[in-house]
């Protein structure tokens, strides 16, 4: 790969689409350049060394892979847990399998402007990181997961999520449940689960009680949550994602109130490989995507560092329903 230094044109640290750009070559052809990688014309690869001397870009000809961060903000719980470090970790065991290397970064804000990558996959909702990531946008490919307000232009990976609400949704009425209660938090896919949870509960005609399905403001603990929400009648109750959530609200409901799950009370949650089906009782979960999503966002990335056009720059992966013990 390559040492970065501020290019003397723009005072930024330049990156390997700058240099294609100045050499008017693919991204593709540079990086082969950089890493001494297959055969190249001479005139080109001459074209391509000038380019980078006058942008401060300097070979390292021991680097053999192009690098990749994936970020996801410090403060996000999930970024040690659940969903975010699930998803990473199956974005770096897919970027291995190529021989691409991964930054984790663990201060962006102060680790990417400096860094020499080749693109960046963003696990984050964070405004202040879409903010800095916007500007990077124009220099380099970024691959968004779970963003949906992504403009047409952008490259994105999602979940079905609001399918995720409507099918948890539609589940429980179908066993008769009516006092239907949402736990989640305010995350664009909580957010997008909800929407399809009150979807679920309008075509059934079943009133939506707000006190039910209010997303679960920063700050509030579980208990209190859970136990609001029993208070209000529930009869039923979604914990959505891939955090932990259900778990913890089934042993708030269980050895903390008393209750037994399904009977007094019935819980859908998501889907945690390897630990959902060993609670007491194995836990009905909407399954979220995570190892396919992060097969395409690599295969996305990996085109795109090749040099290569994309047909669908936006992709929705299909959830699925796992139908255990915890609804009655």
């Not at 380099?140 to 232009?153: G, I, Q």
């Not at 209010?214 to 039923?236: K, Q, Y």
């Amino acid at each position: 790969m390559s040492r970065s230094q501020p290019s003397p044109r723009t005072g930024k640290k330049a990156t390997i689409y700058d240099l294609a750009r100045l050499a008017d070559v693919s991204p593709g052809t540079v990086s082969r350049v950089l890493n001494n990688r297959d055969k190249v014309k001479p005139e080109t690869r001459e074209r391509i060394l000038r380019a980078a001397k006058e942008l401060n870009l300097k070979p390292q000809v021991s680097v053999r892979t192009r690098q990749i961060a994936i970020l996801s903000e410090p403060t996000f719980t999930d970024r040690i847990e659940g969903y975010a470090a699930t998803l990473t970790a199956h974005l770096a065991f897919e970027f291995s399998r190529k021989n691409i290397g991964v930054l984790l970064p663990s201060n962006p804000f102060e680790q990417l402007p400096g860094a020499f990558l080749d693109g960046i996959i963003a696990v984050t909702f964070d405004k202040g990181l879409r903010s800095m990531l916007a500007e990077l946008e124009t220099r380099l490919p970024v691959v968004y997961m779970d963003k949906f307000d992504a403009e047409s232009r952008q490259l994105t990976v999602c979940s079905d999520h609001f399918s995720s609400g409507y099918l948890a949704a539609k589940h429980l009425l179908a066993r008769g449940k009516r006092k239907l209660a949402f736990m989640g938090g305010d995350a664009p896919p909580f957010l997008e689960r909800l929407k399809g949870f009150r979807k679920a509960l309008a075509e059934a005609k079943v009133p939506a009680d707000d006190r039910l399905l209010l997303p679960m403001a920063p700050g509030v603990n579980h208990f209190s949550a859970v136990t609001r929400i029993v208070r209000a009648g529930a009869d039923s109750i979604y914990a959505p994602g891939t955090s932990f959530q259900a778990m913890e609200c089934l042993h708030i409901l269980t050895y903390v109130m008393g209750l037994k799950v399904p009977q007094d009370i019935s819980l859908i949650g998501g889907e945690n490989e390897g630990i959902s089906i060993i609670q007491n009782p194995p836990l009905t979960t909407i399954e979220e995507p995570l190892r396919e999503m992060a097969e395409q966002a690599v295969v996305m990335m990996d085109s795109l560092t090749s040099g290569e056009r994309l047909q669908n720059r936006q992709v929705s992966l299909p959830v699925r329903l796992i139908e255990r013990d915890s609804v009655s």
